[in-house]
């Protein structure tokens, strides 16, 4: 069974520039959060989608938006990047998300902001 | 204000003896904790978990175990191995975070063959 996909693995980025990550849950996963890694935070919540629908927000500014299509399928994008954007960016899938659930990581996309 | 802390950034253990991660959370709230494993230039991933209606969860050389009234879960390895020497994470969720899970920030275990 394939796992989570994340796509691309890497990105190099400048300020003032925008950026589109990609995720591709497991087949059959309704649920897809966003999460960033980075040494002094560690993983902070980004937010989660579900049928298509934003279900769960984390505390980031707006610059950082997401969607979700009918595919389970799921983008996150940040606009006007900083340099303090610079993180892992990890997408996690579960069957429905809420109560119970165990979450499953794709390998994350690596943002770096010149 | 950090929900999951994990006060052992590192831990060194011989291969064959236990290792035991320890997790403190505040959140009253949550009633689900998960523990992950990362090896670098991978995404976490799930290892054990356990709702709060239970004190221990096993799982072939993991355990979990949880204390409510402490606030406090561990995760126990035995025998540890080499392979598991990875940065370990404690998450938790529950109905007061919309059952988003909340993240330690992770201590790296290594064990030494």
């Known amino acids: 069974k394939a796992g989570v996909t994340q796509t691309p693995r890497y990105l190099i980025k400048t300020r003032g520039q925008q950026v589109t990550l990609s995720c591709s849950p497991i087949s059959g996963h309704r649920s897809v959060s966003w999460y960033q890694q980075t040494p002094g935070q560690g993983l902070q919540f980004l937010f989660e989608y579900f049928s298509e629908t934003q279900r769960n927000k984390g505390n980031f500014p707006g610059r950082f938006s997401g969607r979700q299509f009918s595919n389970s399928r799921s983008e996150m994008n940040v606009s006007t990047l900083e340099l303090g954007d610079s993180a892992l960016y990890l997408c996690?899938?579960?069957?429905?998300?809420?109560?119970?659930?165990?979450?499953?990581f794709g390998d994350g996309t690596r943002l770096s902001i010149l | 204000d950090q929900q999951v802390k994990q006060n052992s950034p590192s831990l060194s253990v011989q291969e064959g003896r236990i290792s035991i991660l320890n997790c403190d959370y505040t959140n009253s709230m949550f009633d689900y904790f998960l523990w992950y494993k990362k090896y670098p230039a991978e995404g976490p991933t799930f290892l054990i978990s356990i709702s709060s209606i239970k004190d221990k969860n096993e799982d072939g050389r993991f355990t979990v175990f949880l204390n409510k009234s402490a606030k406090h879960l561990s995760l126990h390895i035995v025998p540890s191995q080499p392979g598991d020497s990875a940065v370990y994470f404690c998450a938790a969720s529950g109905p007061g975070s919309n059952y988003k899970l909340t993240f330690g920030k992770g201590t790296l275990l290594t064990v030494n063959p």
């Open positions: 996690a899938s579960s069957v429905l998300g809420g109560p119970n659930q165990p979450q499953h």
